[in-house]
């Protein structure tokens, strides 16, 4: 009866740790943005914001060009100076500066989802797209992610990459 009670305790534990790490595993204090250093100029770029945060709602706009975070400037040599940069407002509120004259000051608050991310700053980036813009067995689409309000670029093989002679299509079942 003694291991039947610990059995059932131990269940129970487990259950709460598992309901608690995967409902809160990505709650975070932020803005609500994602940045994203150049590593060609080392300018700072905002690859994504969500509209339903501090971020997005003073204005901040997808591939703005970052200025300065509290009279900082946002221009690195390093992605490890950058990275100091990122964790010196510790939770605070800032003021930012965003290229275009926009100056907002943002409280952070609790973000509770992932923010999803589908542009980055760099040649890099646009040179690896460019070398799939020709490739026959990619097809391109679009899609549109409303946490962001952002359309983003698709890309899904195509259904005869290995020729029609050598994929087998078989008759769906019946059940």
């Not at 291991?3 to 975070?28: D, E, K, P, Q």
């Not at 204090?29 to 914001?49: E, F």
């Not at 591939?63 to 040599?77: D, T």
């Not at 797209?129 to 899609?143: A, H, T, V, W, Y």
Request: charged share 20%; aromatic share 14%; with cysteine.
């Amino acid at each position: 009866m003694d291991y039947f009670v610990i059995a059932l305790a131990v269940v129970f534990l487990v259950g709460i740790f598992c309901f608690w790490y995967f409902s809160y595993r990505n709650w975070h204090l932020g803005d609500g943005m994602v940045l994203a250093r150049n590593r060609d100029d080392g300018t700072v770029w905002v690859v994504s914001r969500l509209v339903c945060s501090p971020s997005g709602r003073a204005g901040v706009q997808n591939q703005s060009k970052v200025l300065s975070r509290n009279g900082q400037n946002a221009l690195f040599k390093s992605d490890e100076e950058f990275l100091a940069w990122t964790k010196g407002n510790n939770g605070k509120k800032a003021i930012w500066e965003f290229e275009g004259g926009l100056v907002v000051e943002l409280n952070p608050e609790i973000i509770r989802t992932k923010i999803p991310v589908y542009w980055v700053p760099g040649s890099s980036f646009q040179k690896k797209i460019r070398e799939n813009e020709n490739n026959p067995f990619l097809k391109e689409g679009s899609g549109f992610c409303r946490k962001t309000e952002q359309f983003f670029q698709t890309f899904s093989i195509g259904k005869n990459v290995l020729g029609p002679q050598s994929v087998k299509r078989y008759p769906k079942p019946l059940w």
